[in-house]
């Protein structure tokens, strides 16, 4: 069972936010200021509870789509929650 942290969630989905509609963020722990192990747990977590609105897997790279509403609420919890 993944177990990531609250601010890895965050920092996916707030930047996931951001997106504009067909667009896809590619998720790079570097970038995001994230250790890879933690963005790596956020990220399935994440995907394995239907919060980007598409997601693709390559060679143990992720990239996600904008929000569902899912990740919206998801967002909105943990920011506020």
Do not use: W
């Not at 997106?19 to 998720?27: H, P, Q, V, Y």
């Not at 956020?42 to 992720?62: D, M, N, P, T």
């Amino acid at each position: 069972m993944l177990n990531p942290s609250k601010s890895d969630c965050i920092t996916i989905l707030s930047a996931a936010n951001e997106l504009a509609d067909d667009s896809m963020l590619a998720l790079d722990a570097g970038r995001l200021g994230l250790s890879r192990n933690g963005m790596q747990a956020a990220a399935c977590f994440l995907i394995e509870r239907a919060c980007f609105r598409h997601h693709e897997k390559g060679e143990g790279h992720y990239a996600v789509g904008g929000l569902s509403l899912q990740g919206r609420l998801r967002l909105e919890q943990l920011v506020h929650g």
